[in-house]
């Protein structure tokens, strides 16, 4: 098993450019999401879904847009990217909702907004 | 909501010693939390979680320890190695809502041979 894939691992942007950030996970879970890391301050929720056709807003949603047409893929799309979303994008997944079980995290996006 | 929250940013210790890293989290009704290990570059990685129903558990040569009282856990890291040399997370969550993990922003390790 792969686990959580994300792609690609190193990014830079020029403001008001527009990306995706790929997330994918071979583990048949259910739940995904979204976070961002900065220094300092912690992994920060940006968006998460609990199944397939179904997502909602974390603590940071504004810029992103995400969705989810399968149970495997979760894309992060930067609409026009901004110097404050320079930052490290990790994925994270579990297994069901109402489990209490960790998430799995990929290896992380590495984006410069220039 | 949830705020959870480490009492150090960074701890040095040496090989051999044991490690102490402490969390305090704010919401009483969280029922779940866990302990991630993240190196440079790489992602969150598990390491060990408890209910609220326990105050302690172990793994291999890591114990999470729960103090719903005072709100506030621990993980211990015995014998530490360099190669437990790393950034610590607590996280929380509260069940019934939407899964969401709430982070603390971190200590990190560093273990001096």
């Known amino acids: 098993n792969a686990g959580v894939t994300q792609t690609p691992k190193f990014q830079v942007l020029k403001t008001g450019q527009s990306m995706t950030l790929q997330c994918a996970q071979d583990m048949n879970h259910e739940y995904m999401s979204w976070y961002r890391q900065d220094p300092g301050m912690g992994l920060r929720l940006i968006h998460y879904s609990v199944g397939a056709g179904i997502t909602d807003q974390g603590e940071v949603p504004n810029g992103y847009n995400v969705s989810r047409s399968t149970t495997e893929d979760f894309p992060l799309r930067l609409l026009s990217a901004a110097p404050s979303q320079t930052s490290v994008y990790f994925c994270?997944?579990?297994?069901?909702?109402?489990?209490?079980?960790?998430?799995?995290f990929g290896d992380g996006t590495r984006l410069s907004i220039l | 909501g949830e705020n959870v929250g480490l009492h150090l940013p960074t701890l040095s210790v040496q090989e051999g010693d044991n490690s102490i890293i402490n969390c305090a989290y704010s919401?009483?009704?969280?029922?779940?939390f866990i302990w991630y290990k993240q190196e440079s570059g790489k992602g969150p990685q598990f390491i060990i979680d408890?209910?609220?129903?326990?105050d302690k558990r172990q793994g291999q040569r890591v114990t999470v320890l729960l103090n719903k009282t005072v709100k506030h856990l621990s993980l211990q890291i015995a014998a530490t190695q360099p190669g437990d040399s790393a950034v610590y997370f607590c996280a929380g969550i509260t069940q019934g809502g939407s899964e969401k993990l709430v982070f603390g922003k971190g200590t990190k390790l560093t273990v001096n041979p």
């Open positions: 994270a997944s579990s297994y069901s909702v109402g489990r209490l079980q960790p998430q799995h």
């Open positions: 408890i209910r609220s129903n326990m």
């Open positions: 919401n009483s009704a969280s029922d779940y």
